[in-house]
């Protein structure tokens, strides 16, 4: 017999319905037709409890019934999809020939636990080699036992249990025995069993009726002994349950949408089952509804709204100029000629109603269904025919006719102001036919006067005609205006100042009017005119021509220029100063007028001011003052531009001596000297030229007579006086060499400290002499007899009333 090696998978968590009961059993025939169904739960009830020796019951079972075709020996390997030793599956099985209501006690079974036995994978089954009939649960066994014999004809229940995880599993079948064959489907070669139509129910949703009967004979073809049943849904069509009941009207419920058929074999029961899809076709469907051309008058005067349609375009507009050929497309001229496909239209079309007509388009595809819909042919107008006059004016002063025109000046009266159509101009009428060699809008005139064509396109129909353009060139000779000049007195000297331009006083008439430019090619193609004229500021320093352009409505009647001139101020330095000696009455300074330039001071004419009151007869360029006060001279050019300078004059005096301060009979005398005055001083010590210091004290002074100089820096003199600075000897040898004879206190005398005290003691504090200031000193004898050499001391008190006290050495 032939060995049976059949494979099928079953698949978890694909559908929620399981085979976990008895009478849901699938039948197992010679195909592997099973996907999708699943090992979850026991079903409707505990069927398993106490029918076999392996002490275990339904957890998550699926039931297989299984039909011998030819006798023979029977096993299977069992394969968790997983390779997790926890993954445990037991079987049972129930036979020969049992029934759902008596099954009868399990001929076979295993519920050995893969894992309590350490085995090295989690296969389970019946095999060849195998002596026990049932084996389990937990540790007992080795998850296989023996296969059986069977004969022709009998069944059996082979029920798989999952007690422990979650995987799928497959089978192989082993042994000599086999199965009912299965039904085919007989579909010949080249027929599909997929069913499409098109949406002909009225309502544009992709949904409409089927009939599903017409696969019928296709999936029979010569079998007998066979059904055929449609079901939505996969497993229902493996467990043959919800059949489709209306299979001549099914509506589908999406598009496409996946139907299943199932052939089974009504003696043996065994099934296949196959997937084909029912769709609906879209109806073709219109992107526009309309198609326009322009109307074909070529004068712009037979403006009929008639035109001939090429219907290729009609199609090419319709489609958005998508690729139409493998289209079916046909046009008529009523609906029912459509419905009927009679007195189809011809490729050009000429429209019977004026300016807007209807037609019916039908089309269809392969792929999409046949539909037909009204088109809108719509006979665009053409732009209304104008002609437009542009008048310019000639420049220079020998005219020729030939001037630079704004050809855009004329889009007002060509367009009515309507913003919807364009214009481009061309020296010809073959350049404007062909659109090429289209003017700019700046255009020298080659004659006078010209005319240029005027192609005028609506911008949203693209339909256009041509009008005509006349430039016309007034030729006036040019003239000048002068403006007023004006000083550049405004704050700031940049040769700017602001103007009125009317004052130009351009004549004009009372239609007239005149716009200023700063160039003549802004005046004449009457771009970026000036603002605002009445206070216009030069943008030239010091001399600016502005351009101004008379026009009487758009035509203009001469272009004159404009003189500005903004003269300079006298340049001088507006501020200085000067000083004065109020002691000296006789002192005079020069004030000048401080021109900077080096131009002549003829060139200018002086007023001079004393504290704001001007000084009568005044108006030399130099002034001589001797008081202090503000000053100021208005410097004038003989055009009346002027600039004021001022001078402030300050006075300045000798130095008065408040005192003089001597700190002396130290190692370090000093001498700082205290004045008052108005003027700017420095100081010298025993020099009367100097150098001066700028400071009033003096450290490091020698003792002896001294004489102080204050000088004026301004020039007002000097002052001097004489001063004492007090000295001690530090010791005397009166030995009669003419050097160091006698001791006395340096500069004591009859003119500084005259009345100073002066005592001399010995060791032993015995005053030996006392010193008058006027006198030689001390000689170094007491009652006419030479005292010893030693140190003495000495007491001394001024007449200011300082004290001093110390010693010296009398040397021998």
Same mark, same amino acid.
């Given at each position: 017999m032939k060995k049976i090696a059949l494979l099928f998978f079953i698949f978890l968590s694909i559908t929620s319905f399981a085979q976990s009961d008895c009478s849901d059993a699938i039948i197992v025939c010679g195909n592997t037709g099973f996907e999708g169904l699943t090992v979850t739960g026991i079903g409707t009830t505990q069927e398993l409890t106490g029918l076999n020796t392996c002490k275990s019951q339904e957890n998550n079972s699926l039931w297989l019934k299984l039909s011998i075709n030819t006798g023979g020996t029977l096993g299977f390997l069992l394969v968790p999809g997983s390779n997790d030793i926890n993954e445990d599956y037991d079987f049972f099985v129930f036979g020969p020939n049992a029934s759902c209501n008596t099954l009868g006690q399990a001929i076979r079974c295993s519920t050995t636990n893969p894992?309590?036995?350490?085995?090295?994978?989690?296969?389970?089954?019946?095999?060849?080699?195998e002596t026990d009939t049932s084996e389990g649960p937990g540790g007992a066994g080795n998850s296989f036992i023996k296969w059986l014999t069977v004969a022709a004809g009998d069944s059996y229940f082979l029920v798989i249990d999952r007690p422990i995880g979650s995987s799928n599993f497959s089978l192989q079948w082993t042994g000599t025995a086999t199965f009912n064959t299965p039904p085919t489907f007989d579909v010949p070669t080249g027929i599909s069993m997929d069913i499409t139509q098109c949406d002909l129910d009225g309502t544009d949703d992709f949904s409409t009726a089927f009939d599903l009967t017409k696969n019928t004979p296709i999936i029979i073809g010569t079998q007998t002994d066979v059904t055929v049943t449609y079901h939505t849904q996969q497993n229902d069509a493996l467990t043959s349950t919800n059949a489709i009941q209306n299979l001549t009207s099914f509506? $589908?419920? &999406?598009?496409?949408?996946?139907?299943?058929?199932?052939? @089974?074999?009504?003696?043996?029961?065994?099934?296949?089952?196959?997937?084909?899809?029912?769709?609906?076709?879209?109806?073709?469907?219109?992107?526009? =509804?309309?198609?326009?051309?322009?109307?074909?008058? @070529?004068?712009?005067?037979?403006?009929?709204?008639?035109? &001939?349609?090429?219907?290729?375009?009609?199609?090419?507009?319709?489609?958005?100029?998508? /690729?139409?050929?493998?289209?079916?497309?046909?046009?008529?001229?009523? #609906?029912?000629?459509?419905?009927? $496909?009679?007195?189809?239209?011809?490729?050009?079309? !000429?429209?019977t109603i004026p300016h807007q007509q209807s037609i019916y388009i039908k089309a269809y595809s392969s792929n999409l269904c046949v539909s037909t819909t009204k088109i809108d042919l719509i006979v665009n107008p053409l732009p209304q025919k104008t002609t437009a006059i542009l008048v310019q004016c000639d420049t220079g002063l020998n005219p020729d006719g030939i001037s630079?025109?704004?050809?855009?000046?004329?889009?007002? &009266?060509?367009?009515? /102001?309507?913003?919807?159509?364009? =214009?481009?101009?061309?020296?010809?009428?073959?350049?404007?036919?062909?659109?090429? $060699?289209?003017? %700019?809008?700046? +255009?020298?005139?080659?004659?006078?006067?010209? %005319?240029?064509?005027?192609?005028?396109?609506?911008?949203?129909?693209?339909?256009?005609? +041509?009008?005509?353009?006349?430039?016309?060139?007034?030729?006036?000779?040019?003239?000048?205006?002068?403006?007023?000049?004006?000083?550049?007195?405004?704050?700031?000297?940049?040769?700017? !100042?602001? +103007?009125?331009?009317?004052?130009?006083?351009?004549?004009?008439?009372?239609?007239?009017?005149?716009?200023?430019?700063?160039?003549?090619?802004?005046?004449?193609?009457? #771009?970026?005119?000036?603002?605002?004229?009445?206070?216009?500021?030069?943008?030239?320093?010091?001399?600016?021509? &502005?351009?101004?352009?008379?026009?009487?409505?758009?035509?203009?009647?001469?272009?004159?220029?404009?003189?500005?001139?903004?003269?300079?101020?006298?340049n001088i330095e507006t501020a200085s100063s000067a000083m004065v000696c109020s002691n000296l009455p006789?002192?005079?300074?020069?004030?000048?007028?401080?021109?900077?330039?080096?131009?002549?001071?003829?060139?200018?004419?002086?007023?001079?001011?004393?504290?704001?009151?001007?000084?009568?007869?005044?108006?030399?360029?130099?002034?001589?003052?001797?008081?202090?006060?503000?000053?100021?001279?208005?410097?004038?050019t003989h055009s009346g531009c002027g600039k004021t300078r001022t001078i402030t004059v300050t006075a300045s005096d000798i130095a008065h001596i408040q005192n003089i301060d001597i700190i002396d009979l130290t190692n370090v005398n000093t001498v700082t000297i205290n004045i008052t005055g108005t003027g700017d001083y420095e100081y010298s010590l025993d020099e009367p030229l100097g150098p001066f210091q700028q400071s009033n004290f003096f450290d490091n002074v020698s003792s002896g007579i001294h004489d102080v100089y204050i000088n004026d820096k301004n020039g007002c003199g000097t002052i001097t006086k004489p001063i004492a600075v007090l000295g001690i000897p530090k010791f005397f040898t009166p030995n009669n060499d003419g050097y160091n004879d006698s001791w006395n206190i340096k500069e004591v005398n009859e003119t500084f400290n005259k009345g100073a005290r002066i005592f001399i003691y010995d060791r032993y504090g015995k005053v030996v002499k006392q010193v008058l200031p006027s006198s030689n000193g001390w000689d170094g004898t007491y009652t006419g007899n030479p005292m010893p050499a030693d140190d003495y001391w000495y007491s001394i008190k001024l007449e200011d009333g300082r004290e001093a006290k110390g010693h010296f050495l009398l040397k021998r």
């Open positions: 894992l309590a036995i350490n085995q090295n994978n989690n296969y389970t089954g019946m095999n060849e080699n509506v $589908n419920s &999406i598009n496409p949408q996946p139907l299943f058929a199932r052939i @089974t074999n009504t003696i043996t029961g065994c099934f296949n089952t196959s997937e084909f899809f029912i769709r609906t076709n879209a109806n073709m469907s219109f992107p526009i =509804t309309k198609s326009s051309i322009c109307d074909d008058a @070529t004068d712009g005067n037979d403006a009929n709204g008639k035109a &001939i349609f090429d219907l290729n375009k009609v199609t090419s507009d319709v489609f958005a100029n998508q /690729n139409t050929t493998s289209f079916t497309i046909k046009y008529y001229l009523t #609906q029912n000629d459509a419905n009927t $496909n009679s007195n189809a239209l011809s490729q050009f079309f !000429h429209n630079l025109f704004n050809l855009s000046e004329a889009n007002s &009266i060509i367009t009515n /102001n309507d913003s919807n159509l364009s =214009t481009s101009f061309f020296v010809n009428n073959a350049d404007a036919v062909n659109n090429t $060699n289209n003017l %700019t809008t700046t +255009f020298n005139n080659s004659i006078n006067p010209q %005319t240029i064509i005027v192609r005028v396109t609506n911008n949203t129909t693209g339909c256009y005609s +041509f009008s005509s353009l006349q430039l016309k060139v007034n030729v006036i000779p040019e003239k000048t205006y002068f403006i007023n000049p004006t000083c550049d007195d405004d704050g700031t000297e940049d040769g700017k !100042h602001t +103007f009125n331009l009317k004052d130009s006083n351009i004549p004009t008439t009372s239609t007239q009017k005149i716009i200023y430019y700063l160039n003549i090619n802004d005046a004449l193609l009457e #771009q970026n005119a000036i603002v605002n004229p009445l206070s216009f500021f030069n943008e030239t320093v010091y001399n600016q021509i &502005i351009y101004a352009r008379v026009e009487d409505g758009n035509d203009c009647f001469g272009i004159s220029n404009i003189k500005l001139e903004v003269q300079k101020l006298p006789s002192f005079f300074v020069q004030l000048d007028s401080g021109i900077q330039d080096g131009s002549p001071t003829s060139n200018y004419t002086y007023v001079w001011t004393k504290d704001g009151i001007i000084l009568s007869g005044k108006t030399a360029p130099t002034l001589d003052v001797n008081t202090e006060g503000t000053y100021t001279v208005i410097v004038s």
